[in-house]
């Protein structure tokens, strides 16, 4: 149990758009999700931690509209990149947690590539 | 400010040897820690974890090791396998601030055959 899903695995968009990244626990209902971003060869930088029918609480530093987060079920959870720019370019993780919030099972990422 | 912190970006281990992953930590409010197992273009998956109220946990090949005194946490794998190559990552919680995880930076290990 306790699988995490996230579409899409990988995207390329152009400078400007925006991109919908879509994590779900496909076997569990979440009471918190989680968004992280990793830079190549460096740590998860945890981005913000969304509670369902809540506002996210966005970290130090994160855009909260550039970075919107909904969580609109115990199981879905969505990132949306918007106006997307070549630095956004990084892989992006969601996790999930049940209970206590230390316990998160991780999706496999995602791959965002802006040209 | 880096609160956890592992300083050694790679190891590498000859199969059946023990590998030895360090992690410090500054922040002495955390009172859980864990270790990940990542490979690239994947998700971390859960290896084991230790409460702050304990020094030792073990399961199977892997134990951690707690040194509060030190801020200092350790994963050994014995024996190494060549499966168990990739890049480990430690990450502490503390549950007065919501028990977010907080990173390291990540160690790669390569175990050779």
């Known amino acids: 149990g306790a699988v995490v899903s996230q579409h899409p695995s990988r995207v390329i968009c152009k400078s400007g758009t925006s991109v919908k990244i879509e994590c779900r626990s496909l076997?569990?209902?979440?009471?918190?999700m989680f968004w992280y971003r990793q830079f190549p060869k460096k740590s998860l930088m945890l981005m913000a931690t969304?509670?369902?029918?809540?506002?996210?609480?966005?970290e130090q530093g994160v855009e909260k509209d550039k970075f919107l987060i909904n969580h609109a079920s115990l199981t879905l959870s969505t990132l949306t990149v918007t106006s997307a720019h070549p630095e956004d370019s990084s892989f992006y993780i969601c996790?999930?947690?049940?209970?206590?919030?230390?316990?998160?099972?991780f999706g496999p990422g995602t791959r965002l590539t802006v040209t | 400010d880096q609160q956890v912190k592992q300083n050694s970006p790679s190891l590498s281990v000859q199969e059946g040897r023990i590998s030895i992953l360090n992690c410090d930590y500054t922040?002495?409010?955390?009172?859980?820690f864990l270790w990940y197992k990542k490979y690239p273009a994947e998700g971390p998956t859960f290896l084991i974890s230790?409460?702050?109220?304990?020094d030792k946990n073990e399961d199977g090949r892997f134990t951690v090791f707690l040194n509060k005194s030190a801020k200092h946490l350790s994963l050994h794998i014995v024996p190494s396998q060549p499966g168990d190559s990739a890049v480990y990552f430690c990450?502490?919680?503390?549950?007065?601030?919501?028990?977010?995880?907080?990173f390291g930076q990540g160690t790669e290990l390569s175990v050779k055959p």
């Open positions: 996790s999930a947690s049940r209970g206590q919030a230390y316990e998160q099972y």
């Open positions: 076997d569990f209902q979440a009471t918190t």
């Open positions: 969304s509670n369902e029918g809540s506002k996210a609480t966005y």
């Open positions: 922040n002495s409010m955390f009172d859980y």
């Open positions: 230790i409460s702050s109220i304990k």
């Open positions: 990450a502490a919680s503390s549950s007065n601030q919501g028990g977010k995880l907080i």
